[in-house]
């Protein structure tokens, strides 16, 4: 039972951490070492998420912007992507953490900014 509980109270402080993380992100809570350590998962997430493609995309750097895979040419040879057409729309980017976010999200899926905010 001990082994349960112990369970039972990590799940609870993990999700306590991910409370006080929004609410620092929102600016509800002012603590120092509160924001310090919210700016820390931050950069973690930044880290985390740079591989899924959330990495603003660089036309000069040669990584398709989709699949993350080398290209040559107009078109992605991995996944078919028309490196021209993407790059001719304006990529959205988070305000706060500088990650890509889609045109139609409203909020940044990795800090939780709102847009344009």
Excluded at 7 to 27: C, N
Excluded at 29 to 58: F, H, R, W, Y
Excluded at 95 to 112: A, I, Q, R, W, Y
């Amino acid at each position: 039972m001990a082994a349960e509980q112990k369970k039972a109270k990590v799940q609870k402080l993990i999700e306590m951490g991910e409370r006080v993380h929004m609410l620092v992100r929102e600016g509800k809570m002012q603590d120092g070492d509160l924001i310090a350590m919210s700016a820390q998962v931050t950069e973690l997430d930044k880290v985390i998420n740079a591989p899924l493609g959330k990495v603003p995309p660089n036309r000069n750097n040669g990584i398709c912007p989709q699949c993350n895979v080398a290209f040559e040419g107009a078109f992605c040879t991995a996944c078919g992507l028309n490196i021209e057409e993407f790059f001719a729309k304006p990529v959205f980017t988070c305000d706060k953490c500088g990650l890509m976010v889609n045109e139609e999200d409203f909020f940044c899926g990795v800090c939780g900014s709102k847009r344009g905010a």
